[in-house]
T-cell receptor
Framework: DAGVIQSPRHEVTEMGQEVTLRCKPISGHNSLFWYRQTMMRGLELLIY????????DSGMPEDRFSAKMPNASFSTLKIQPSEPRDSAVYFCASSFSRPRNSPLHFGNGTRLTVT | AQKITQTQPGMFVQEKEAVTLDCTYD???????LFWYKQPSSGEMIFLIYQGSYDQQNATEGRYSLNFQKARKSANLVISASQLGDSAMYFCAMREGLNTGNQFYFGTGTSLTVIP
């Protein structure tokens, strides 16, 4: 079975540029999560979707960040404009919303560097 | 209040010894699940083990076991016969069953180093 697929694996961009991170969840999973991981802040939940609907985006740092899930098999996280402090590893993860013992499956992450 | 607390930023263990990684949680939901993940230096997040709030027995998966003490709200991960490949970050997480939001809460992690 294919796991959660994220692209690109690495992204280096200049400050002010738009960055789009992509995610394909595991087929059949109806919950999708975007996390950001840094040394300083650890693992932070940015936003999550149930059945393609955004449920909680309170973790999105500011209006420069936006996320969409147009269908059950695809999601994007966009940063526009990007800033050096956005440099981090961004993880996408998916799960079944029920039962409660369904684990979260993570993609391999996108390492973003903003110079 | 933090939902998940991991108080050990770093731990060391001798190869072939057992080690316990601590995790306490906070919830008023009677139905919840607890998860442990491993993140090696390569960066991927690997699901290790699950414990449900109604499970009568402690969960086990190979060399991993969970010391679940419900009254104390603790779910410590025990790794037996440590191997060099166990060196990694370990994260404890919780999902509340009745919470329709379906969110997973993660701790700050414990860095485990296995010494040869």
């Amino acid at each position: 079975d294919a796991g959660v697929i994220q692209s690109p694996r690495h992204e280096v961009t200049e400050m002010g540029q738009e960055v789009t991170l992509r995610c394909k969840p595991i087929s059949g999973h109806n919950s999708l999560f975007w996390y950001r991981q840094t040394m300083m802040r650890g693992l932070e939940l940015l936003i999550y979707f149930n059945n393609n609907v955004p449920i909680d985006d309170s973790g999105m740092p500011e209006d420069r960040f936006s996320a969409k899930m147009p269908n059950a098999s695809f999601s994007t996280l966009k940063i526009q404009p990007s800033e050096p402090r956005d440099s981090a590893v961004y993880f996408c993860a998916s799960s079944f919303s029920r039962p409660r013992n369904s684990p979260l499956h993570f993609g391999n992450g996108t390492r973003l560097t903003v110079t | 209040a933090q939902k998940i607390t991991q108080t050990q930023p770093g731990m060391f263990v001798q190869e072939k010894e057992a080690v316990t990684l601590d995790c306490t949680y906070d919830t008023s939901d009677p139905s919840y699940g607890l998860f442990w993940y491993k993140q090696p230096s390569s960066g991927e997040m690997i699901f290790l083990i699950y414990q449900g709030s109604y499970d009568q027995q402690n969960a086990t998966e190979g060399r991993y076991s969970l010391n679940f003490q419900k009254a104390r709200k603790s779910a410590n991960l025990v790794i037996s016969a440590s191997q060099l490949g166990d060196s990694a970050m370990y994260f404890c997480a919780m999902r509340e069953g009745l919470n329709t939001g379906n969110q997973f809460y993660f701790g700050t992690g414990t860095s485990l180093t296995v010494i040869p």
